[in-house]
């Protein structure tokens, strides 16, 4: 690792133990493996426990900013589940590769997870989004020559990324807020 990543890394490991103060904080070097590690070669999973600051698990990652940061800035990602689980890990990691792999991923873009996010789960793809449950103090992160923001992946239904595509993310976002959705329960009703 260089240098510049290595404390690019530490920065975003930092910022994330010092939003997330008085949580667990797991590290997990989460191997991409042999032809894959060379997209996001510094890939972490940063697993964050239930504790004073919200009653969730968090799945961080850190190592996109590294590979992708363009004039300083990049993107790290933020999923909130109900439980621990090994498959956010992996879905963690699914996501730096897509997004590090060519496929770079912003704001109000999407991604299909092509499995349930859970089994018995409707939500089949992933809504990059402002990170609501978090806040901007998550969301801006100062890393040596730069910026990394966090956003969200939020699960979502095909027929959720339908109506996005019809009607825009603004109007599928006050659909979520008018329904009240609960993000983090995979078994949630679709909103449209």
């Not at 901007?136 to 239904?157: I, K, N, Q, S, Y």
């Amino acid at each position: 690792m260089s240098d510049a990543r290595l404390l690019a890394a530490e920065a975003v490991e930092s910022h994330v133990r010092v939003f997330f103060e008085g949580h667990s904080v797991e590290v997990v070097d989460y191997d991409l493996g042999p032809e894959r590690r060379q997209v996001a070669p510094d890939l972490r999973i940063l697993v964050v426990g239930p504790g004073p600051r919200s009653d969730t698990w968090a799945y961080v990652t850190a190592g996109c900013w590294a590979a992708m940061e363009k004039d300083g800035h990049g993107l790290e990602f933020v999923m909130t589940t109900h439980v621990r689980d090994q498959r956010f890990i992996e879905l963690m990691a699914m996501i730096a590769y897509y997004h590090c792999g060519g496929h770079q991923l912003d704001l109000e873009h999407s991604m299909p997870i092509g499995d349930p996010w859970v089994p018995g789960s409707t939500c089949d793809h992933l809504l990059i989004s402002l990170p609501y449950l978090h806040g901007p103090d998550l969301e801006h992160c100062a890393v040596p020559g730069g910026h990394a923001r966090f956003v969200w992946t939020l699960p979502v239904t095909t027929a959720e990324i339908e109506f996005r595509r019809r009607h825009g993310h603004e109007a599928l976002e006050q659909l979520f807020d008018e329904a009240e959705i609960i993000p983090t329960d995979p078994f949630r009703a679709s909103v449209a």
